[in-house]
């Protein structure tokens, strides 16, 4: 039923001002090509350094505005030239940075090899996001005002628990994307609405390679998990129980980096909107497929008019 979506988005976008909080990273991606990874001890020359707006936190924001529904980002960045890119690339895509703190740490860098294979090696350097250790009150103040607080794992396990208990204490709908992976702790776990994974997150968290056992370990843990399944879709737990499995679209994949941040962001703003669940994740999947079809991560988040019309075609 394409035209329902379209309908209920734009009617209750008109009639509420539905609002997702994210409080998370944002990097600077400098990203270099070399013919192979270097050994150890060795130097490789490559050409120029290609920079991009990154760090999970930022492309959340993004596809969370992009989606349509007001999105603030709470974190930091330096007051260096990244930090006013990264500023300009948030404005660029509407998502509020009043709260955003300026700091003198440098702005978070992500540096990035990627080989002929497309095999890659990362080290990010946090900088101004490891600031983020306390909330002030007008963060709390934000989180608690907003419809869904969506968040990951690349600021302090502190930060990420403190901003959950104040949505809570608000009763607000709480999303974490346990990306990278990291233990979750049980405090931290009883407060989540949506934990969202990856394949590999699914396992390393529920302690099974074997992804259904993993799966269920993690779902009896939480009222609704989603694990995406790359190419293959989604599946979505609900009290435990395992209550649909969401296909893409067929899309032509270029490049799937930040496919899974479009999904996040996305479907919290689907979730702010007040679709149900299995609809609310048919609006990410759309969003993150049309995502792969093209270069980049900040780059290929689509705008809600395209996720529509992807939702009107039938898959
Ligand atoms: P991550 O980027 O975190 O590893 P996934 O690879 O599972 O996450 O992708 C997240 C979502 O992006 C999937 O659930 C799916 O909706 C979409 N997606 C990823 N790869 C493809 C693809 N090749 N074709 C269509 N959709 C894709």
Redesign the pocket.
């Known amino acids: 039923m394409p035209g329902w979506y379209a309908g209920i988005l734009s009617d209750m976008s008109d009639e509420q001002p539905s609002r997702v909080v994210i409080v998370g990273s944002a990097n600077m991606d400098v990203v270099f090509s070399v013919e192979r990874m270097p050994a150890p001890g060795e130097t490789l020359l490559s050409g120029d350094a290609a920079r991009h707006p990154g760090g999970k936190g930022l492309n959340q924001a993004v596809a969370a505005a992009r989606a349509g529904v007001p999105t603030a980002f709470i974190g930091a960045l330096g007051t260096d030239p990244f930090g006013d890119s990264l500023a300009d690339a948030m404005d660029a895509a509407g998502v509020s940075r009043d709260l955003v703190r300026r700091t003198v740490q440098d702005t978070g860098q992500a540096f990035i090899l990627v080989d002929q294979d497309g095999e890659n090696m990362i080290v990010v350097a946090s900088g101004a996001n490891a600031t983020m250790s306390r909330l002030t009150e007008s963060e709390k103040d934000a989180i608690a005002g907003a419809d869904v607080l969506l968040m990951q794992l690349e600021l302090t396990a502190a930060v990420v628990l403190e901003a959950a208990t104040v949505a809570r204490a608000a009763e607000r709908a709480i999303m974490l994307n346990a990306?990278p992976a990291a233990p979750l702790g049980d405090a931290l776990l009883a407060l989540l609405d949506y934990l969202i994974v990856?394949?590999?997150e699914a396992c390393l968290l529920g302690g099974s390679d074997d992804l259904s056992v993993a799966s269920r370990t993690l779902a009896a843990t939480v009222d609704r998990l989603i694990v995406?399944?790359?190419?293959e879709?989604?599946d979505v737990y609900e009290s435990g129980e395992l209550v649909g499995t969401v296909a893409?679209?067929k899309?032509t994949?270029v490049d799937?980096t930040?496919?899974?941040?479009?999904?996040c962001g996305a479907l919290a703003a689907a979730v702010a909107e007040g679709l149900p669940l299995l609809d609310a994740v048919r609006f990410?999947?759309a969003a993150?497929?049309l995502?792969?079809e093209s270069v980049g991560a900040v780059s290929s988040i689509p705008s809600r008019p395209r996720i529509e019309s992807k939702l009107g075609e039938s898959w």
């Open positions: 990306a990856n394949e590999h995406t399944l790359g190419a879709g989604s893409p679209p899309v994949a799937t930040g496919a899974g941040d479009t999904f990410a999947t993150s497929a995502s792969v």
